[in-house]
């Protein structure tokens, strides 16, 4: 949206949603809230007519199975209609039309737009030309804000709590735009540590620990598993991003540094740690983890993503404050 404060501090209605960055703790507990409301009439299969009348576009210049679907389960579920543009290479995108362009036509068609697209920074670019709101559904390496906002309400269902966490994020921190973001989210709530585990190249960039630890959170890089916390509140697991590889033998030599597995489990998780992964997964996590109750990234976190894009959906439509 054009014109627009970055910063939410609740005023949702009519605002993108972009980055953490915009969001005050009294804002993420918001959305939290919104989506635990709006969770029952998934849960039941009751239409809802909260946004009967409205057209989310859906952009996505990337692929996804769960961002895309569960924002189409979200928008239908609140009685939206959607544009879905899944396959851009049948739309005039392959024509070479301009981002800017086919931001401007699906703002003429759409009250809302969820965009995914390869360059960090797009998300912002689309939201500077269009006039209603845009939500970022991933820009490249950057930021993946509802992916972060789905897995605090996740991390809050278990561990009761957002505040005095202890927490694992391990694989492509580097180029991880779902770690970017949580780790923003969790910077934003007192007494959270995390302990980050990647190959030396993968690590967190300077300028997201600066940004973090400037903030609430208190960050310890590691390198090998032997240094992981017992009795951590969660371990998020991620896959090393391929796509922003210029080399795959090196992508090769990185991609399975390290694996979720029971043993590993048995030696360092605790009772109710629990295990998450945003997915994709390619290898990284063995899937004899699957069936342990204490892995949630083929159930509940998944789910969670329904809800909250649910809640986002009506709060920058305004039908919900
Ligand atoms: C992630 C993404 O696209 O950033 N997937 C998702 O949205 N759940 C994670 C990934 O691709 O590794």
Partial sequence: MQNKTLVISGKFNGSDILSIDQFTTADIRNVLRTAKKLKPLRESSKSSQ???????????????????SSFTAAAQQLGAGIIPIHDIQSSSVAKGETLADTISVMESYSDAIVIRHPDEGSAQIAADIAHIPVINAGDGKGEHPTQALLDLLTIEEHAKRLTNLTGVMTGDLLNGRTTHSLIKALSLFEGNT???LSPKKLRLSEKHIATATSKKIKLIEIEKVEDLPHNADFWYWTRVQKERFEDVKEYEK???????????????????TIFMHPLPRVGEIDTLVDSDSRAVYLSSQMKNGVYIRMALLALVLGKIA
């Fill in 50 to 68: 909260i946004l009967s009348g409205h057209i989310i576009s859906l952009l996505f210049y990337e692929p996804s199975t769960r961002t895309f």
């Fill in 194 to 196: 995390l302990y980050l």
């Fill in 254 to 272: 990185l991609k399975h540094k390290f694996i979720l597995t029971p043993a590993l489990i048995r030696k360092y998780a605790g009772k109710k």
